[in-house]
Every structure is written in structure tokens, then in C-alpha cells.
């Protein structure tokens, strides 16, 4: 199989897909990998390393596109990468469909296969794909809620962790699932104190065992979500619903209740926000306010250390990515059931279910 990697263009992306490590896995396999020039630099990985993998460079990103069987990236195709979506390409990357329906039509319309990782599956039903980037995007989350929350970052003026004498930072984290764990272990560790709202039982049991006592771990409701809007200084939006949009747990309405200069730090952006305010920002531009309330909503917070997530990120993504060479996209499919459910768009249609009914009722024509 041909293999293409090209340079992330979405603003301050600095991940790159496929390491040289990975890359030399692939080529003593038999498979060819191209990349292109400066692809990984941003993440530490000279052109050198790549060619010493036994890759092929390339300087035109449009030809990668237009000559590989795969093409592996980090995030969705944006602007003219677009335009080189096309029949019998197999994208693998992050998609998060259930909130792009420009890409989900450029994707329908182009007849690639959009394989997400974000959907892909394993045994136990868990994402073993989106994992390692929800786990820095949550250790991340618990870092900006202390910075945003500084006066010269536009906050409340409050230290998260207190300072003897003077109480600490109140944070409320909304979903139980990686993100927000992490997100509760770096506010708790830095002094905060931490609420988790999680609507599976299950999960409250985890949670209540994982950090023994040291964060509040509550039902989730609507009537939960206002009270505790009311009486804490940040929020982050950790919930998730494997591909579909988030669930919008905060309405515009509530941020009255919200203390002034209070912050909400969006990780569920991808998937749209779990905040009616939210809309996606960037690295350069990550905050924006509304009603008083601080948003950050940085679309790829991972991105911030390319260095480490990359890492991460290809740790967790090369084997599927050396099975789906070696077997080919139908073999894979029909081996493992949890790889399938990565597949979002194929021939022309949306064939994942969550995505496929978050556009049921809307007005595109997909």
C-alpha cells in the first residue's frame, strides 16, 4: 500500500501523523510511505529522520493527495484540502463529522472513505484513538482553567489553588469520561476544588473510587448543571457521545448565573460544544466573551505540544493504521468490528449512525 503524510495546515498544528519510527515499520513491511517536506518539524522530526526511515519526500501536498492509497493526517481536511478529496482515497484521521457538515459534504460528495479515529472501537467498546488526545486535551483543560482564571487573562483574579487562609478556585467539570478525569486530577492537583457531574451510575462509582473523596462526584441533570454553574469560578465541558454533536448542557440563559469573569473551558468543540456560546477558536485566538463569561474553545488543544501528543498520538494509531496496509480497508472491516465503526463516509453516503442522524433533520443535502 501507498501511504501519504502531509503537513498539517490548520492554524498552530504542529502534529504530524506518522513518526519515522512508524514510517520504517511501514517500509520493512513492504509498503511505500511519502511525506511531505517539513511534515514533522513542528513535532521534532526532521526531513532527515524521514528519509533515513525509508521514506520518499515530497514537496506538493496536492500530489500526496492525488497518488496515495492512504493518507494518514492528525486533523480534518480544511480549506483547498478540500478540493482534494477524491474517489478511492482512504482518509485516516479525526473527522468529527457530527459538526462539519461542509467536510461531511465534501467528504459525501468526493467519495473518499473518511475513516475516524475518533469512532473507532475496540473490544471493550472504549476509543482507543481518540484516548490519548482526550487525555492531554484533559491535563491541558486543568492548565488553562488556572491560567484564564488569573486577572491578566481576562478571569476573576483568583489563584486556583487558594492561598493559606483564602479558599481555592471552585471548578466544575461536566462528563465523567477521560477528559474529564483528567481534567479533575490536574485542577485537584494544583489545589482546586473539584465537582464532576456524570450521568452514568456506573461511571459516578469509578470516579467515586478513583479519587477517593478528594473531588465531588454528582448525578447529572439539568436542575445539577444550573446549581453547580451558579456556585463555581470555571467549568469544562468534558461530555461526550461516541459521534454524534455534544449535547448542549449550557444555554445562554444560564451564564447569568455564572459569577462575572467566570470561565468555561470547551474540550467538546470538536463534537460542536456543549455550551450554546461556544464556537471553535484558535491557538493565536483562543477566548472570546460572552454575558461576562470567559470561552475558550481551542478546537485542537494537543496541539499546543505537538511534541508530546504526536507521541502519543502515533502510539496509539500505528498498528491500525499497519493492519488496514496489510489487509486493506474491506479485510480489516470484516476482521475487526471496532476498527469498522471507524469508517464515517464511503461510496458516497454517511454510514456511521450517529453521524448519519445528526444530518436526519438538518437542511444540507448530503
Not at 473510587?209 to 467549568?235: I, T, Y
Not at 496541539?303 to 480489516?332: I, K, M, Q, W
Request: hydrophobic share 45%; aromatic share 4%; proline share 5%.
Amino acid at each position: 500500500m501507498r501511504i501519504g503524510v502531509v503537513k498539517e495546515i490548520k492554524p498552530a498544528e504542529l502534529r504530524v501523523a506518522l513518526t519515522p519510527a512508524g514510517t520504517e515499520e511501514l517500509v520493512e513491511a513492504g509498503h511505500s510511505v511519502v511525506v511531505e517536506r517539513g511534515a514533522g518539524e513542528g513535532s521534532g522530526f526532521p526531513d532527515e529522520a524521514y528519509i533515513a526511515a525509508g521514506a520518499e519526500l515530497a514537496s506538493s501536498a496536492a500530489g500526496i493527495w492525488g497518488e496515495v492509497d492512504t493518507l494518514v493526517k492528525v486533523k480534518e481536511p480544511v480549506g483547498p484540502e478540500l478540493a482534494l478529496l477524491r474517489e478511492g482515497l482512504v482518509l485516516f484521521t479525526y473527522l468529527h463529522l457530527a459538526a462539519a457538515p461542509g467536510l461531511t459534504a465534501a467528504l459525501v460528495s468526493s467519495g473518499a472513505t473518511g475513516v475516524a479515529y475518533e469512532t473507532v472501537e475496540d473490544a471493550a467498546g472504549q476509543l482507543p484513538l481518540l484516548a490519548p488526545m482526550s487525555e492531554i486535551a484533559g491535563r491541558l483543560a486543568g492548565q488553562v482553567v488556572a491560567g484564564y482564571l488569573t486577572s491578566p487573562m481576562g478571569g476573576r483574579g483568583l489563584l486556583a489553588g487558594g492561598a493559606p487562609g483564602v479558599a481555592p478556585a471552585r471548578v466544575l467539570v461536566l462528563g465523567g469520561g477521560v477528559v474529564g478525569v483528567y481534567a479533575a486530577k490536574v485542577a485537584r492537583g494544583i489545589g482546586a476544588e473539584v465537582t464532576v457531574l456524570e450521568r452514568s451510575v456506573e461511571r459516578l462509582r469509578y470516579l467515586d473510587d478513583r479519587f477517593d473523596g478528594s473531588v465531588r462526584c454528582l448525578m447529572s441533570d439539568a436542575h445539577s448543571v444550573l446549581e453547580q454553574l451558579s456556585s463555581n469560578d470555571a467549568v469544562v465541558g468534558a461530555v461526550l457521545v461516541h459521534g454524534a454533536a455534544a449535547p448542549k448542557l449550557i444555554r445562554r440563559s444560564m451564564l447569568s448565573r455564572m459569577p462575572p469573569r467566570s470561565v468555561i473551558v470547551d474540550v467538546a468543540i470538536d463534537q460542536g460544544g456543549c455550551a450554546e456560546t461556544s464556537r471553535p477558536t484558535t491557538h493565536e485566538e483562543p477566548t472570546f466573551v460572552v454575558d461576562g463569561v470567559v470561552h475558550y474553545c481551542v478546537a485542537n488543544m494537543p496541539g499546543a505540544v505537538p511534541v508530546t501528543s504526536t507521541r502519543a498520538l502515533a502510539n496509539a494509531t500505528l498498528p491500525y493504521l499497519h493492519r488496514l496496509a496489510d489487509l486493506g480497508l474491506d479485510e480489516f472491516c470484516r476482521q475487526d468490528k471496532g476498527f469498522a465503526k471507524g469508517v464515517n463516509v464511503r461510496e458516497h453516503e454517511v454510514v456511521h449512525p450517529a453521524v448519519a442522524e445528526a444530518y436526519r433533520d438538518r437542511d444540507a443535502a448530503l
